[in-house]
């Protein structure tokens, strides 16, 4: 469990904290800061999808 710097809430390492929507210092592989399953084959849409959602989140801009 890490806890979030912005809001305080303990949870399990993400790249986006569930309450308040800050970026989390969480050390993750490429599969669970993504949230996608860890299999040979991967839908690369939904990776492109989730790439660009997240990084649409967590872009410094909105955190400076």
Sequence with gaps: MIECLS???RQEPSLICAECGSPLAAPL?????LD?????TIDLDALEHRYHELSRKIHPDRFA
């Design 7 to 9: 809001c305080g809430r």
């Design 29 to 33: 592989d490429c599969f669970a800061a």
């Design 36 to 40: 996608i399953p860890r299999k040979l």
